[in-house]
């Protein structure tokens, strides 16, 4: 009857030690090879595994087939391909020796390549790292941040969905490398990546009762409601252009800060013209060629911060 040799594979994202019962069951009663210490190695011997390093791993693991019947390879967080390999080829020349197992003792779980992200960020903005990342400020990133959303835009827009995929991960190395850099900031005045998703994951239970708690709203129009109420309590100061991103284009900024005067009952717009996009469109197009040498977004966000002005008194 062939042997048993079992690859346990295991997340290098878990904490050491954290493995299915199956896996150690095996353990507990198999000898272990491994191609160096690690802290997995650690965790099974305080656990009474017997875990032996060893530097010929296929010749270590077919002679405790051998004797016992059984062995089990811990593998490195590479997979140990090339010893995985060459016991294959071996195996396939002479199966009666043992049957090669694949097992996973644990898995990645949901989003564990982030703190991927994480680790090479901070080895790349850290000591010894990347100049030009170290060199970098807020405010330096920050024409990236835009010029990157603009991309995914743009990607969401032609529905060109791998193209949206590489985008987000643009966009997420700013996220990522902002927050990596306001470590570095004075004092209580530091932050981390662990503080924005940490808000981020309040603020959706906050703002999602009808999810995390036992509000009720399930229409749309609902959830928007309750979501802006829920808003408006937290920051009851709040003005009616408050929180308006007064950096973005002039045209979707004079269209938030109508829509922001519409809900809180000031009237800005004019009667609705009847016109339909296109005709808009070329509306649009006419008074940008015939602006001539005027720039017509700084004319238009000039008209903007002088309407957000009235409205908040200044």
């Not at 049957?99 to 080895?123: F, H, K, N, Q, T």
């Amino acid at each position: 009857m062939a042997g048993r040799i079992v690859l346990l594979v295991t997340s290098p994202r878990l904490p050491a030690g954290l493995l299915t019962a199956q896996a150690w069951d095996l353990v507990r009663t198999t000898e272990v090879f491994a191609a160096a210490e690690s802290e997995q190695a650690a965790a099974l011997r305080h656990a009474g595994a017997r875990v032996t390093i060893t530097g010929d791993g296929v010749a270590d693991l077919l002679a405790a087939v051998a004797a016992n019947g059984t062995a089990v390879w811990l593998a490195g967080p590479t997979g140990d391909e090339d010893l995985a390999r060459t016991l294959g080829l071996r195996l396939t020349r002479e199966p009666q020796i043992a049957e090669l197992e694949l097992m996973y003792g644990s898995w990645d779980p949901p989003g564990a390549r982030l703190l991927d992200a994480v680790a090479v960020i901070d080895r790349l903005a850290g000591p010894g790292g990347d100049p030009w990342k170290r060199q970098q400020t807020h405010q330096s990133l920050a024409k990236y941040m835009i010029e990157e959303v603009y991309e995914a835009f743009d990607a969401i827009d032609a529905e060109d969905y791998d193209a949206l995929r590489d985008e987000l991960g643009d966009v997420l190395l700013q996220v990522v490398l902002h927050s990596r850099m306001a470590e570095n900031l004075p004092g209580d005045e530091a932050w981390n990546i662990d503080d924005v998703a940490g808000g981020l994951v309040d603020k959706m239970i906050r703002r999602n009762p009808h999810v995390f708690s036992d509000a009720q709203a399930e229409t749309v129009d609902e959830i928007t409601a309750q979501w802006e109420q829920i808003k408006a309590a937290e920051k009851p100061a709040r003005g009616v252009t408050e929180g308006v991103a007064l950096s973005q284009p002039a045209l979707s900024l004079a269209a938030k800060v109508i829509a922001r005067a519409a809900a809180a009952g000031i009237p800005l717009a004019a009667e609705p013209s009847g016109l339909t996009a296109e005709e808009i469109g070329e509306r649009l197009w006419d008074l940008v060629a015939a602006a001539g040498d005027v720039d017509a977004e700084a004319a238009l966000r000039r008209r903007v911060m002088r309407q957000i002005a009235q409205i908040s008194g200044e």
